[in-house]
């Protein structure tokens, strides 16, 4: 048995310590969100936060969590109010989506650490997060906008 916080809350799983927390999210505890990739933290769409830091949960074991507090993507708001979720939204950024909840999920956790991010501050934080369909551009722009709607709703 593992106790892990998830979203604000606390959840004891019956799992083994160094099973992915990627696979406990999603098969154990049901938030369906957070997506399955690659397995080998090499294209971002399972990212979620760590204490407020993005990690792959494909290869984060949940017994090393510890006491960290997990953001999964239905974490983040619950009506969708973020202002990432809000510019997403607004810019219409996905495409086939799969890879959009990795990438809210690292892109809100640049504009908690920089605010205004630059084009080469987006870039580098986002470099992990792989899409597809190419919508890169509207990411950044997402990013840039979400950036606005933070900074109005401070």
Known sequence: MVTINVNGTDRTVDVESDTPLLWVLRDVIGLTGTKYGCGMALCGACTVH??????????TPVGSIGAAKVTTIEGLSPDRSHPVQKAWIELDVPQCGYCQSGQIMSASALLAEKPQPTDADIDAAMSGNLC??????????????????QGARS
Do not use: N
């Open 50 to 59: 760590l204490d407020g830091k993005p990690v792959r949960s494909c290869t």
């Open 132 to 149: 597809r369909c190419g919508t890169y551009q509207r990411i950044r722009a997402a990013i840039h906008r979400a950036a606005q709607l």
